[in-house]
Structures are given as structure tokens and as C-alpha cells.
């Protein structure tokens, strides 16, 4: 039997980091590859789960207490109100709405290359196309705005930039962000910033200030990663009026449960805990920084969790370099233009960095 399934979808093979069922305990002593929070935790975290009220699973979430919190804390970038938050599983809920309003056949994104695998799958699940404006290897993978501004056109119909970048962990500054949105608005060209690594950034360098001057704007936000729920698969879209609408004609009307919003509202007002995780990120971060003389690392931001490493030879497998010593890293070849040589790097907690220390010494000593 051939059953009648998308040409587009049947004839993909994804490309993804992400696993089910991950590696032993044994297979590794310490994770530096989940783009997860596990320098600290929020004490919110704490008290929302130990007062949970478990009556809330027996009915739908009816509850906008979370896209009020949401709302509340940007209300000093942006004026926004309900009906401009989308709530998700994880941020990778709201790419798929974006994507399924925006795209069919033939279509065409133009995003960074390396950026977020697991988005561009999805572009080609469309059966749209994915073209990379590729951060260079002698540049030390910094973004660069001309670049991306000369390959505006109308031929796009999305723009998609993750900031801070994944696998690099670099900042682009808010101002580079809003040329990009200008230039795209003259094309009518809507620009995706996926922030699911936002809040290793300052809040004045979100894409969200930019909401009330740009309508072609739209930004992505999770609770995986700064906040350490990534199990929660709690995430949030800020999305101008008309895509909101248009997202309310696809989705179902009740996203993420009842326990998600209950705990992700509570947390989402924890300001000092942010700023307490990018202190303590950029304290153990700094232990990785070099110099070394066979590994280099990518332009990134002090404050962020993740960075790209790369080893001088090109036939390293970098990631199993790494395993070898139960350090559990992701291969950057699961990344548009990066090779087995180069993995991305999450900092790990802080009594594990003697071992992983250790290893980034063995490894940069190998030819």
C-alpha cells in the first residue's frame, strides 16, 4: 500500500540534535549539550510546583493569567495586550503556526546559516526554501548585517534570525536587528527573531521594542532555557494583530495545560532571577574562554549559555572527542555549514567544571 502522505514530508530526512530516549547516565558524566538552565533555579520554580493545585487538570485551560504576566512584563517595550500573545509547546510551537500561515510550495525564507536546525526542517516540511546568508569561519562566525541586507528582496516571504544565535551563543545588537526589520518591511517581508535564548540577554535588546514601530515584526519566547523548564514545554509568540488572527483560524483553543501556565505564570515575574542566571552563566563561562591552541570559539556573548568551539583539524569529530571524556556535547554538523570539528557547547554547573576544564585541556592538545 502507498499510502497518499505529502510528497514534501515522506521525502525528508530531518535533520535534528534533539533526541528521545537520550544516552545512560553512564555513557556520560557531565551534559554541556541540552540547551537547558542548569546553572540555577528560580525560587518561584519552587513555590509554584509545591503549591500546585492539581483540580486544574480536570478542566480546559480557560486561564489568561500567563498572557497577562507576559504582557505586564514587556509593557515598557511595547504596548501589547492579549491578543497579540500566542502560547505554545515550547517555542518550536509557534514556528510551527508561523510557518504553516506563511508557507506552501515553492516558497522562500532567508535566515542565517548556522541558526536553529530544527527551524529550517520545518521550512522544508512546507516544501519552502531555505536560504542561509552563512556566518564565516574567518569572520568567527559574527553576524554581519550588510550581508543580510543585500539579500533582501520580494522574492521572501519570512526573515528569520535567532538572537542570541544558535550554535554560536553571539548577541546581535537591537540596532542591526531593526535595519533588518526596516529593509524587510519595504519588501513586505515579515522577520522572525526567535529569542528562545532571550533571557541571556538584556531585555533592552529584544526584538519586542520593536513591535510598536514595525508591523512585519514577530518574536519567539520560551520558557526552556533561561527559566530551566524546559520540561514544562511552555512557550510564548509576541505576534502583530493580523497574525494573530490568522494564527487563532489554525490552532487549537486551548494551548499548553493548565499545570504550564499556572507555573510559567508565576515565574515569568522573576526579573532578579534572570539577571542572578546571567551573572552566574557568565561566571562559569569564563573558565572556557581560553586561550587554547588547537580549539577557537565563535563570537558569542559573555552572558549566554551556549557557544560554538572548533578544533583546528577538520577530521576531528569533535563531539565524540568530547564523549570520550563523558562530556556530552552537540555535533555542529547537525548545523548548516559547520563541520564534525565544531560541536556546540553549553556551560555546564559549577561543580563540574574542573572535569570539563579538564577535558577542553586533553582535547586542545590533540593534533
Known sequence: MELKIK?????????????EGALSEEAFHVDCGDGINIVSISEKT???FENLDFNLVKGYPHSTGLKEQIVRNWSSCAKLTNHNIVLSEGSFGIICFVNRIFLGDGDK?????????????????????YDG?????????????QEVLDRIDDSY????????NNPTGQIIPLDQIRAVA?????????????????EYMPKENSAVNLMDEFENVIVFRTFSKGYGLAGLRAGYGIVPDLVADCIGNITAPYNISALSRAIAQEVASDEQFLEDVREKTAQVKANFMGP?????????????????????????????????????????????????????????????VPEVLAA????????
Open 7 to 19: 510528497k514534501v514530508i515522506r521525502d525528508q530526512i530531518k535533520v535534528s540534535y534533539a533526541q
Open 46 to 48: 519552587r513555590h509554584a
Open 109 to 129: 525564507v532567508l535566515g542565517l546559516a548556522p541558526s536553529f536546525s530544527e527551524y529550517e526542517s520545518d521550512v522544508k516540511m512546507w516544501g519552502a526554501q
Open 133 to 145: 546568508v552563512y556566518l564565516k569561519p574567518e569572520n568567527n562566525y559574527r553576524f554581519c548585517l
Open 157 to 164: 516571504k519570512l526573515i528569520y534570525i535567532d538572537n542570541p
Open 182 to 198: 526596516q529593509k524587510a518591511a519595504q519588501h513586505n517581508v515579515a522577520l522572525i527573531v526567535d529569542e528562545a535564548y532571550g
Open 292 to 352: 587554547w591552541k588547537n580549539l577557537s570559539l565563535s563570537e558569542n556573548g559573555a552572558t549566554v549559555s551556549i557557544m560554538l568551539v572548533t578544533h583546528k583539524n577538520p577530521n576531528l569529530d569533535l563531539a565524540q572527542a568530547f564523549a570520550d571524556h563523558k562530556i556530552k556535547v552537540v555535533s555542529a554538523d547537525s548545523f548548516s555549514g559547520i563541520g564534525k570539528n565544531s560541536v556546540r557547547f553549553r556551560v555546564p554547573a559549577a561543580k563540574d
Open 360 to 367: 577542553f585541556q586533553a582535547i586542545d592538545a590533540m593534533e
